[in-house]
């Protein structure tokens, strides 16, 4: 079973930037697809960006071109650095890992990233 652990959430103003990071235990890793998952409160789960075991990244059209997903797999880490955050961004994020299958495997208990002035 993979256990998935986000951290790096909190408040931002308007125009800033988080990093948030994902820690899995597996060791299988590298043959994962990792995604970055958000819920606003009363809104549904909505896809954020998620990478493929190979490198390939996909993104929301709400946050391409400010978003970046990034894995390193020697430590089992998945990224998803945010820039120019704005209000509509905010939401508890949760990270995700699909086998090779589309299976999902596990879902992180979430970070809460909250943009405001």
């Known amino acids: 079973q993979v256990q998935l652990v986000e951290s790096g959430g909190g408040l931002v103003q308007p125009g800033g930037s988080l990093r948030l990071s994902c820690a899995a235990s597996?060791?299988?890793?590298?043959?994962?697809?990792m995604g970055w998952y958000r819920q606003a409160p009363g809104k549904e789960r909505e896809l954020v960006a998620t990478i493929a075991a190979g490198g390939p990244r996909h993104y929301s059209d709400s946050v391409k071109g400010r978003f970046t997903v990034s894995r390193d797999n020697s430590r089992n880490m998945v990224y998803l650095q945010m820039n120019n955050l704005q209000p509509e961004d905010t939401a508890a994020y949760y990270c995700?890992?699909?086998?090779?299958?589309?299976?999902?495997?596990?879902w992180g208990q979430g970070t809460q990233v909250t943009v405001s002035a």
């Open positions: 597996t060791n299988r890793f590298i043959l994962y697809t």
């Open positions: 995700n890992a699909r086998s090779p299958y589309g299976e999902t495997l596990s």
